[in-house]
């Protein structure tokens, strides 16, 4: 009976140890979906987008990862934060309504702060 309930909280623990989690990857590298958080490294990305005119902050903007389909928004006073990012260079792609599109080439997402500032024009 006791080496049965070890091996069951041995499971449980293991289990619970390995989460899964999605990641972004530069593109050209393989897709990596999920994969266990101790086995990759991993990094975030923030900024802040403005409009070019008003300097005021956008609340709502899109923004995404060329290449991937996971779309990201901006808070109330136009900041975002982007999790489980790969270290690599990104295209970063933003849009919102009125505005033009913008794309922000080979942007470097490395180290522990990656902090980038977007300007939108509008339309």
Known sequence: MKKIVFLIAAFLITGLSSQAVNV???????NIETTEISTL??????GIVLDN???EALAGVAIRFEGSNETFYTDFDGNFKINNVVPGKYNILSNYISYSDNKLKNVN???PKNVIRLVLKKD
């Not at 972004?24 to 393989?30: E, L, M, N």
């Not at 490294?41 to 923030?46: F, I, K, R």
């Open 53 to 55: 005119e008003t300097g």
């Open 41 to 46: 490294t991993t990094t975030s990305l923030s």
């Open 24 to 30: 972004i990857t530069p593109k050209g590298d393989k």
């Open 109 to 111: 997402v490395s180290g």
